[in-house]
Each structure stands twice: as structure tokens, then as C-alpha cells.
């Protein structure tokens, strides 16, 4: 399956994710899907899990060439920019449709396997765990990260020998290394404003007294 850019969704390998105010997304976050007519839909966030709690949970899933020969300035957003990581850019900086074309931005992802998913909201994440018992079917947790990254950048991460993933010690975020790439040691800051595009889960399965998620989707 191919690769399509819209305003509203990113789709690849057939799955869709999410571009709907993805700038006020992070991996974790939780909150209500609101899927408005005639408005593109979007996670109405009502908060997020501690990054600590994500340290030893996150992956990367390799990076995506963009055809972006096919994808226009009105798929990018009203806005028609970027947030991009470059190399040695711990920051994503801001950068046009025209600039990303020029640079070969790729995507690169990240996510939290659903075994993972689940066993941190029954154990660690109670807030958020509630949260989804409360909200009923719209509920939803982020479970997956899209970002910008040059190419270099992201072919380096690609190649990565392994992940090192923390808290950010501002705690702006969550900082992940690419040890071993291609570019030597490579760190990033995933906080808000440098989602591209996201991947949701929903509770699926709960226990009988709805204290332990069972299954997620």
C-alpha cells in the first residue's frame, strides 16, 4: 500500500492517522475523538500521561519517504508549514511546503506497542485509565507519533543501533537518542508542536468492574 498526505489525515500501508490540530498532540496524550461535520476530526485532549511513565515503552517504526511531488500546500494545512527536525536539531524548526520539498523531509514513527499500551494504563496511568472508563466509546489515548525529519536525520534514526528515551528534564517533553545512526548520536524532543501525525487506540475489552483494561483497538 502507498503513501497519501492530506489536510486531514496521513495514510500509510492502509492505516489512517490522525492531522487533525496535531499540534497540540503528544504520544500519550488522552482525550475525547470529536469528529465534527465538514470539520476535519481530532482528539479534544483532556490531558496526558507522564513522560516517565513512557521511558521504557517507546519504539521507533523506521521512516517514510513523502512524495511530495503529488501532495500539495493545501494538504500540508491552512498554514502550509512544517515542523521539522534537522540534524543535531534537539528542536523542530518551522519550515515551508517549498523549504520540505528542497530538504526531502521524510516521516519518521514512533509508537507504544499495545501490550505496553495497556499494561501502563492498568499499572501506572490511573488518571488516564479513568478518563477512558468515563469518556465511553470517544475515548482515546495516543499511542502512535508521526514527525517531520530531513532525510539525513531520518535515515540516520532508521539506522539507529538502539533508542535511549527519557523525560525531558524542562518537561516539555519526552527526548529520544538514536545511538549508532549513520550521523553518530542523534537526540530529539517530541513535545507540542512537533506532531505531524497520530495514531489512536480506545478501549475495547474492560474487566468486569471496569477497573482493568482488557483489551485495546
Known amino acids: 500500500m502507498g503513501t497519501q498526505i492530506t489536510e486531514h489525515f496521513f495514510e500509510h500501508n492502509g492505516r489512517k492517522y490522525f492531522r487533525g490540530k496535531a499540534e497540540d498532540v503528544e504520544l500519550a496524550s488522552y482525550g475525547q475523538k470529536k469528529a465534527e461535520l465538514s470539520k476535519d476530526p481530532y482528539l479534544a485532549i483532556q490531558n496526558k500521561v507522564k513522560s516517565e511513565h513512557l521511558t521504557d515503552r517507546v519504539k521507533g517504526v523506521g521512516s517514510v519517504a513523502v512524495a511530495w511531488d503529488t501532495t500539495s500546500k493545501a494538504d500540508i494545512g491552512a ?3 512544517l515542523n521539522v527536525f534537522g540534524v543535531k536539531g534537539e528542536r523542530a524548526v518551522e519550515m515551508s511546503y517549498d523549504e520540505a520539498k528542497k530538504g526531502k523531509v521524510k516521516l519518521v514513527g514512533f509508537t507504544i506497542d499495545e501490550g ?3 499494561t501502563m494504563l492498568n499499572t501506572e496511568a490511573d488518571g488516564a485509565r479513568k478518563y477512558l472508563e468515563s469518556e ?12 517531520a525529519m530531513l532525510a539525513e536525520m531520518a535515515d540516520s534514526f532508521s539506522a539507529s543501533a538502539g533508542y535511549r528515551v527519557s523525560a525531558n528534564v ?17 537526540k530529539i524532543t517530541l513535545s507540542k508542536g512537533t506532531m505531524f501525525a497520530y495514531g489512536l487506540h480506545k478501549v475495547k475489552d474492560w474487566n468486569k468492574d471496569k477497573t482493568k483494561i482488557e483489551n485495546l483497538v
Open 116 to 118: 505496553k499500551l495497556r
Open 170 to 186: 524542562q518537561g516539555i517533553g519526552l527526548d529520544i537518542i538514536a545511538e549508532g545512526g549513520t550521523k553518530g548520536s542523534q
Open 136 to 147: 465511553g466509546k470517544d475515548g482515546r489515548v495516543v499511542s502512535k507519533a508521526w514527525v
Open 79 to 81: 498554514r502550509g508549514f
